[in-house]
């Protein structure tokens, strides 16, 4: 069984800073993409930003210049650093990644269970 467990969201001031990390665990065999998707109210999830087992990256038009994604291979971690915070990245944070099961070799796509992203004065 495979588990991806999200941490860092919060509540933060507009041109502010946080870190989002995701860390995923069980029975793995093998990582592939892992991305960061967001959900505000009343909107559609959206891609934010994806990184490649090679490291890769790609990221969403409305975050470009202030959001980084990166990930540690060896703690099978992926990271979100987000700076210049603004009212409109208020959401929940999904981390997202292709894992393949050790048991099976089959690759799956696994969620988060989201983290809450709040920017307010």
């Known amino acids: 069984q495979v588990q991806l467990v999200e941490s860092g969201g919060g509540l933060v001031q507009p041109g502010g800073s946080l870190r989002l990390s995701c860390a995923a665990s069980g029975t793995i065999f093998s990582i592939g993409h892992m991305a960061w998707y967001r959900q505000a109210p009343g909107k559609q999830r959206e891609l934010v930003a994806a990184i490649t087992s090679g490291g890769d990256t790609h990221y969403g038009d409305s975050v470009k210049g202030r959001f980084t994604i990166s990930r540690d291979n060896a703690k099978n971690t992926v990271y979100l650093q987000m700076i210049s915070l603004e009212p409109e990245d208020t959401a929940v944070y999904y981390c997202?990644?292709?894992?393949?099961?050790?048991?099976?070799?089959?690759?799956?796509?696994?969620w988060g269970q989201g983290t809450q992203v709040t920017v307010s004065s």
């Open positions: 997202n990644a292709q894992i393949g099961d050790i048991s099976s070799r089959v690759v799956y796509d696994y």
